[in-house]
C-alpha cells in the first residue's frame, strides 16, 4: 500500500537531574560539594532515506520518544547523554507542525536530516553553585524536560516529469513503454490507485525521472475521484506532460479533457497551470492514418492558443515516443539549470547575520495583563531551579539581577508589590 501522508508525535528526552553530594573522605575535613551535572537528553532526529519509498511504517507507530539523561553522580561524575532517536523516511517529504502548520523542513534528498525536538539540558550539580561565601550550597538543578509535539508528514514524489490525464488515457502504458516500471494495465477506469515512478534512460543522451498519478476528473481539485490526493505530487515536478485520448475511445472529447485538466491544475495550485508543458495525443494507433490530421486539429489548436508544444503518439507501438522522451530529456535539463541558478542566487542574497555592539539585548520581553507583569522567555530558566529550596530561590534571584530583569520590570512601569508571572510561576517585586 502507497501512503504518503501520516501524523506522528515526537518527544525529545528530559535532561537528567543534577546531584546533591558533598565529598567525605578520611584526612579529608572540609571536602565540599562534589555533585556531578545530569546528561543532556537524546534528541528527535527525522531522516531522509533513499531507501524508503512510503509513509507505511508510521500506520503501525505514531510515538517516537528519545532517551532520557542520566543523573548526575557523585565525586563530579556527569550522568551519561541519552541517546539521540532517528526516525527515517523517504525523501520528498515534508515535515509540518500539526499546531499552527509551519513547515520545519523540506528533506528533497538522501540524507538530509532536521532535528524536530531538542533533548533537554541537563542540570547542574551542587558543585557549580560552590562560591567564596557560599560554600557548602545544598541544592542542584533539575534536568530541562523535553520538547513534545505532533507532527504532520508529508510526501510528495520526486520526479523530473509527471503525467497528468483522465482515467484510461494510457498514461500507465506510456510508463510502462519508457521505464522498467511495470504498473497495472487494464482496460477499465482507476487502473492506478497510487502514485508510480519511473526511470527513463536514454543511453548517452541521459536519463530522468517520471512519476504517473491516478487519473483525474472534474472536480479532482475539490476532492471528487481517488487523483485529489495525488496532485501533490506534480509539485515536485519540472515539466508537467497531459495526456489525452486522441482516439476519443472512452466516448470522451480529447479537447474537452485538456481544458479540464488544466482548469484542475489552475484551481489546486495556480503555479502548476504556469509551469513547463507538454500535450501528449495517445494512442493515435487507433485513428486511421488518412483521418488523424482531421482527428488531430482540435488539438493542435488548442496546444497552440496555450503555446504548449504537441506530440501525437501511440504507447501501444512506440510511435512517436522516442521523439517525445528526447524533447523531454531537454527540458528537463534546461529546467534544472534554471533551479540552480536561482538556489545559488538565493544563497548569495540571503541575509548574513552580525553582532550587536555595545550590550547585549534583553533575551525576554515583559508585557502588562490583568494589573500584572508578564515575562516571556525566561520559562525555561525557572523550570531549572527547586523553589521549594530557599538556596535555590536565592540563586535564581541573583540569575534575574543580572540578567537586568528587575531594571526592566521598572522601566516597564512595576512597583514593589506588584505581581511577576514567568511561566506557572509567580512571583513578587521588592525592592
Known amino acids: 500500500m502507497f501512503v504518503d501522508t501520516a501524523r506522528i508525535f515526537v518527544q525529545s528526552g528530559a535532561g537528567g537531574n543534577g546531584m546533591v553530594s558533598f565529598r567525605r573522605e578520611k584526612y579529608v575535613p572540609a571536602g565540599g560539594p562534589n555533585g556531578g551535572d545530569g546528561g543532556r537528553g537524546g534528541d528527535v532526529v527525522i531522516v531522509a532515506d533513499a531507501n524508503l519509498n512510503t509513509l507505511q511504517a508510521f500506520r503501525r507507530q505514531r510515538h517516537f520518544r528519545a532517551q532520557r539523561g542520566q543523573d548526575g553522580m557523585n565525586n ?10 532517528e526516525i527515517r523516511v523517504p525523501p520528498g517529504t515534508i515535515i509540518r507542525e500539526e499546531a499552527g502548520g509551519s513547515i520545519l523542513a523540506d528533506l528533497k534528498h538522501d540524507g538530509d536530516r532536521v532535528v524536530v525536538a531538542r533533548g533537554g539540558k541537563g542540570g547542574k550539580g551542587n558543585a557549580h553553585f560552590a562560591t567564596p561565601t557560599r560554600q557548602a ?89 481517488l487523483g485529489h490526493d495525488f496532485l501533490r505530487h506534480l509539485q515536485r515536478t519540472r515539466l508537467i506532460v497531459h495526456v489525452v485520448d486522441a482516439a476519443g475511445s472512452e466516448g ?10 488544466r482548469q484542475e491544475l489552475e484551481c489546486y495550485d495556480p503555479e502548476l497551470a504556469a509551469r513547463r508543458a507538454v500535450i ?55 529546467a534544472a539549470s534554471v533551479d540552480t541558478q536561482e538556489e545559488s542566487l538565493a544563497l548569495l542574497a540571503s541575509p548574513k547575520p552580525h553582532l550587536r555592539a555595545g550590550r547585549r539585548a534583553p533575551s525576554f520581553t515583559i508585557t502588562r495583563q490583568d494589573g500584572c507583569f508578564v515575562v516571556v522567555g525566561l520559562e525555561r530558566l525557572v523550570e531549572r531551579y527547586d523553589l521549594t529550596d530557599e538556596e535555590a ?23 514593589p508589590g506588584d505581581t511577576v508571572i514567568i511561566g506557572d510561576c509567580e512571583f513578587e517585586l521588592e525592592d
Do not use: C, M
Open 252 to 261: 470522451r472529447d480529447p479537447v474537452s479533457d485538456l481544458r479540464i485538466l
Open 76 to 85: 563530579r561524575k556527569s550522568g551519561r547523554d541519552g541517546e539521540n532517536l
Open 280 to 334: 501528449v495525443a495517445n494512442k493515435i494507433d487507433l485513428i486511421p492514418a488518412a483521418e488523424r490530421t482531421r482527428a488531430l486539429q482540435g488539438i493542435k489548436h488548442e496546444a497552440e492558443f496555450g503555446q504548449t508544444p504537441l506530440f501525437p503518439i501511440s504507447a501501444v507501438t512506440g510511435e512517436g515516443v522516442r521523439e517525445l522522451l528526447l524533447y523531454l530529456l531537454q527540458e528537463v535539463k534546461k
Open 137 to 225: 550550597p545544598r541544592f542542584a538543578q533539575p534536568g530541562q524536560p523535553g520538547e513534545e509535539r505532533w507532527l504532520e508528514l508529508e510526501l510528495r514524489l520526486l520526479a523530473d516529469v509527471g503525467l497528468a490525464g483522465f482515467p484510461n488515457a494510457g498514461k500507465s502504458t506510456l510508463l510502462a513503454r519508457v521505464s522498467a516500471a511495470r504498473p497495472e494495465v487494464a482496460a477499465y477506469p482507476f487502473t492506478t490507485l497510487t502514485p508510480q515512478l519511473g526511470v527513463v534512460d536514454l543511453g548517452d543522451e541521459g536519463s530522468f525521472v517520471i512519476a504517473d498519478v491516478p487519473g483525474l476528473i472534474e472536480g479532482a481539485h475539490a476532492g471528487v475521484g
Open 393 to 415: 530561590a536565592r540563586e535564581l534571584a541573583l540569575r534575574f539581577y543580572r540578567l537586568g530583569l528587575e531594571d526592566e520590570l521598572r522601566a516597564a512601569g512595576a512597583k
